[in-house]
């Protein structure tokens, strides 16, 4: 089967082709002002033209669900619906998180914790076995201190994600209380590693309502207030 996966939940705004495992095109960039409004179909057209590929080929779309930017997942909601009822094909819905720890399973690390930056001293995170990639603690938005993942500090550590920047900045004030634990800030999540599980979800035949689809936003929108104007 020939997917299309969209991955807009973070500043890579990412999509991918796919027969099948086998990825056949990759277009993403990770910017700093998100830019997925002004990329995303353009990449999607990219996409298409190095997979040999036009939309009516495709059997279904995959999308990275969240959580992340609220905008970023809307734009990335929005095209996935209007591609699955223009064409007729399925929806199918991946947790962002999950999909940031596929490089690193099997590797050296016990327990790998993605985590999205989400502004202030906030990260979206999950735990993940580094092993079998079974998830331990569930998707939350967490806010950091000098305690945060203490439970784990006897386990060798991966935080993957641009979170893993502040988190680990946090904890040397406080002495690097996570000894074994190893940051990755350059990791982001990306169409490619919606891949195998999209082609399993599709094998279930395990796909969202269209109609009533919502992105993983976890939290609330919370826009900024402009001020009046003077008088």
Request: aromatic residues 10%; charged residues 30%; hydrophobic residues 40%.
């Amino acid at each position: 089967m020939k997917i299309l996966h969209l991955e807009t939940s973070s500043k890579n705004c990412s999509v991918a082709i796919s027969d099948g495992e086998e990825l056949l095109c990759l277009c993403e960039e990770v910017s700093e002002n998100y830019k997925q409004s002004e990329s995303l179909h353009t990449f999607v057209e990219w996409a298409l033209e190095g997979a040999k590929l036009s939309l009516k080929d495709i059997d279904a779309v995959s999308l990275g669900k969240g959580p992340g930017s609220y905008t970023g997942l809307r734009i990335g909601a929005s095209s996935a619906k209007g591609f699955c009822f223009g064409l007729n094909i399925p929806l199918i819905a991946v947790n962002s998180l999950e999909t940031m720890i596929e490089p690193f399973l099997n590797g050296n690390y016990e327990v790998i914790i993605p985590v999205i930056d989400a502004r202030r001293m906030e990260v979206y995170s999950a735990v993940f076995d580094g092993k079998s990639g079974k998830m331990i603690a569930g998707t939350e938005a967490k806010v950091l201190d000098e305690n945060s993942y203490q439970e784990y500090q006897d386990k060798k550590i991966l935080f993957a994600g641009d979170g893993a920047k502040k988190l680990k900045e946090l904890l040397s004030l406080f002495g690097g209380r996570l000894p074994n634990a190893d940051f990755n800030e350059a990791v982001y999540p990306s169409a490619k590693y919606l891949v195998k599980k999209a082609v399993d979800k599709f094998n279930r035949k395990d796909f969202e309502d269209v109609a009533y689809f919502e992105p993983f936003y976890l939290k609330d929108f919370q826009g900024v207030k402009k001020k009046k104007s003077e008088e």
